[in-house]
């Protein structure tokens, strides 16, 4: 009977069984800047921060006091 040689350790074991797969990211597109970023997730578009169409945070505003 065939033995091996070393001890297959249980991550990689498991590693070896799983079913599951890497998907792709799903990418959403900004209805007002038309920006491709991650869905949930905020984004920056010409120093402004948006989120479901809607400004955050904007650092331009910022930058022109300082100047």
């Given at each position: 009977m065939a033995h091996p040689k070393r001890?297959?350790?249980?991550?990689?074991?498991?590693?070896?069984?799983?079913?599951y797969k890497a998907t792709t990211p799903q990418i959403a597109t900004c209805p007002t800047t038309g920006e491709a970023h991650l869905y949930h997730r905020a984004h920056w578009h010409e120093g402004k921060l948006y989120?479901?169409?809607?400004?955050?945070?904007?650092?331009?505003?910022?930058?022109?006091?300082?100047?």
């Open positions: 001890k297959i350790s249980r991550t990689r074991r498991d590693k070896r069984r799983t079913h989120y479901r169409g809607q400004v955050l945070v904007d650092t331009t505003v910022a930058e022109e006091d300082a100047a």
